[in-house]
């Protein structure tokens, strides 16, 4: 099982470029996320997704937009990106969601 | 606001030096407190769920305890390849059950 997979692994944007981040997960679970980590911040969450079908803001969802194509996947999209948006950003998945959750690798995105 | 402290911020060990990670969370409607570990430039890795005071839980030189308002991550004879940033998050009913993260305490063991 590779467990939570995203692409890409790095990323360059100028302002206003827009680009989908993508995620998979191969653990059968419910529930998926997407947060963003930067220094001093801590891991925010941006969106998430209960279960399939369903998608809710959580703390920093302005400037993106999420899809839940299917049960594997969840998908992160910046419109027009911009320089506060360089950050890291993780995709994780739990079985429910009260339940631990598990991350992917990451991808480093930075905005000039 | 409810909220994640953890403490110290950053944590220097020799070798073999055992000491603990405090993580301070809202009392009120917890579902469960979450242990990681990150490692630079990796993602968060899981470790330990808790749920009610009084519940322990022990990986290889790990051990996670929680009482009514802190968790305490112990770390005895501590290696330098336990060098990582460690998380703590909670779950409760008051966030729909989402995860609030703690900024981290990064640990450095050195040899």
């Known amino acids: 099982n590779a467990g939570v997979t995203q692409t890409p692994k790095f990323q360059v944007l100028k302002t206003g470029q827009s680009m989908t981040l993508q995620c998979a997960q191969d653990?059968?679970?419910?529930?998926m996320y997407w947060y963003r980590q930067d220094p001093g911040m801590g891991l925010r969450l941006i969106y998430y997704?209960?279960?399939?079908?369903?998608?809710d803001k959580g703390e920093v969802p302005n400037g993106y937009n999420v899809s839940r194509l299917n049960k594997r996947e969840f998908s992160l999209r910046l419109e027009s990106a911009a320089p506060s948006q360089t950050s890291v950003y993780f995709c994780?998945?739990?079985?429910?969601?009260?339940?631990?959750?598990?991350f992917g690798p990451g991808t480093r995105l930075t905005v000039t | 606001e409810d909220q994640v402290t953890q403490s110290p911020e950053a944590l220097r060990l020799q070798e073999g030096e055992s000491s603990s990670l405090n993580c301070s969370y809202t009392?009120?409607?917890?579902?469960?407190l979450f242990w990681y570990r990150q490692d630079p430039g990796k993602g968060p890795e899981f470790l330990f769920t808790?749920?009610?005071a009084g519940e322990e839980k022990e990986k290889e030189r790990l051990k996670a305890t929680l009482t009514k308002k802190e968790s305490f991550l112990h770390i005895t004879a501590p290696k330098p390849e336990d060098s990582a940033t460690y998380l703590c998050?909670?779950?409760?009913?008051?966030?729909?059950?989402?995860?609030?993260f703690g900024k981290g305490t990064l640990l450095t063991v050195n040899p």
């Open positions: 808790l749920y009610s």
């Open positions: 997704s209960a279960s399939e079908g369903t998608t």
């Open positions: 653990m059968n679970h419910n529930s």
């Open positions: 994780a998945s739990s079985e429910y969601r009260h339940y631990e959750q598990y």
């Open positions: 009392v009120s409607g917890l579902r469960g």
């Open positions: 998050a909670d779950s409760r009913t008051s966030s729909n059950y989402k995860l609030t």
